[in-house]
């Protein structure tokens, strides 16, 4: 056996980057929470050959610091949280500290940004995990990522990319769910130049129609359950509408998307009395509970959580939904959505 040696940074980012940035959609996803989280109100995407040659995010939030550009893509560096303590009630969507470090180290990424009252911009840009010095540079506002070429330099994972078609799908999907979660803000996708999703600003009955159809709001039920801490709103679509895929299935714990167990068991156990076992809901639902009663830090793209009380939260989730749906079940008009 050779001797131990530690690992250099870039190969360790590159490893994890197997992990955070699997294709250009986890890319994706990790630069536009990061816009979300630095409060932008209005986030423009642009995105080449489904991602492969450029992911784009421009960002009106409230930028980075000159001095804090080479920490941005630093590993394990987060303005997000600062102790351990922070873990069990973290509020915003990243707080791994290692998105821009992963992507940047299997891409070119030029990070521009402006913070809030600088006199201009800077810009710094890392290949493969060598970061250059900040030069200024012009910009109105916020922060602008691009990220281009993911994975040239790494021809095995390249391979695993799919077409430009699905990965651009892929994209789209991870898109929809960020702004199914924020309907009050502005998001623009563009893909080869065209015009993809053009969202206004607006409720989530507005974003839903604009994503899901209008029928879904119209024919869906709306419901605002609380128990304690917990609360179910959204809108449930109606079994009426129900589809052959799981497609339309929008699930957010505390304002993330999450494919969890033991929900899609309740939400799946309330809809059958109503349901053609064959057939599939459309929903766009929130759960809100207390940070504390959850842990997002089960897995590096934060899709799976584990809730301390699963079994309450099965119980919830399942009488606040068959609830809303028993009106449906008799034949009512379903709750009007505003
Ligand atoms: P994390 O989001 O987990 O903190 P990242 O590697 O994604 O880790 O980002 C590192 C840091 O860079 C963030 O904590 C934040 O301070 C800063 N940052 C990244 N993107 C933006 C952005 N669009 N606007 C403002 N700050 C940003
Ligand atoms: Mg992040």
Redesign the pocket.
């Known amino acids: 056996m050779p001797r131990i040696q530690i690992l250099s940074d870039t190969l360790v980012n590159q490893i994890a980057a197997g992990e955070v940035v699997e294709r250009p959609a986890n890319a994706l996803k ?2 536009v ?3 979300l ?2 409060g ?1 109100d209005n986030l423009n995407i642009e995105l080449l050959a489904g991602g492969t040659k450029l992911i784009k ?1 421009i ?1 009106d ?4 610091e000159r001095d ?1 550009l080479h ?5 394990h ?5 600062r102790s351990f303590d922070d873990l069990s009630r973290v509020a ?12 940047a180290s299997v891409s070119r990424l030029v ?1 521009t ?1 402006r913070f809030e009252g600088a006199p201009h911009a800077w810009r710094v840009e890392a290949d493969h995990g060598g970061v250059g010095e900040p030069e200024p540079a012009a910009l109105a506002m ?4 691009e990220v281009h070429e993911l994975y040239y330099q790494t021809p095995a994972r390249r391979k695993f990319l799919k077409s430009d078609a699905t990965e651009f799908a892929h994209c789209e999907d991870a898109v929809k769910r960020l702004a199914l979660a924020n309907p009050g803000r502005q998001f623009t996708l563009t893909h080869n130049g065209r015009a993809q999703l053009r969202l206004t600003r607006g409720d989530l009955a507005r974003r839903c129609a604009e994503l899901l159809g209008d029928e879904f709001v119209q024919s869906g039920v709306r419901l605002d359950e609380r128990v304690g801490p917990l609360r179910l709103w959204g809108i449930a679509g109606s079994p009426t509408l129900s589809k052959a895929s799981r497609d339309a299935q929008y699930f957010f714990v505390n304002g993330r998307f999450v494919r969890d167990k033991v929900v899609q068991h309740a939400l799946r156990e309330a809809y059958r009395d109503v349901l053609h076992h064959d057939r599939h809901a459309a929903y766009c639902l929130f759960l809100e509970l207390d940070p504390e009663g959850v842990d997002v830090n089960v897995h590096p793209t934060k899709i799976e959580v584990r809730f301390r009380e699963s079994q309450g939260i099965y119980r919830f989730v399942f009488s606040a939904l068959s609830k809303a749906l028993s009106g449906t079940r008799a034949g009512q008009t379903p709750a009007n959505v505003d």
Not at 61 to 64: F, H, K, P, R, S
Not at 71 to 75: F, I, K
Not at 92 to 103: M, Q
């Open positions: 990790e630069l929470e990061n816009s989280d630095a932008a995010v960002d939030g409230g930028g980075i804090d920490l941005a893509l630093h590993r560096a987060t303005s997000k949280i915003t969507l990243g707080f791994r500290g290692e998105g821009l470090a992963s992507i990070l940004s916020g922060t602008t990522v």
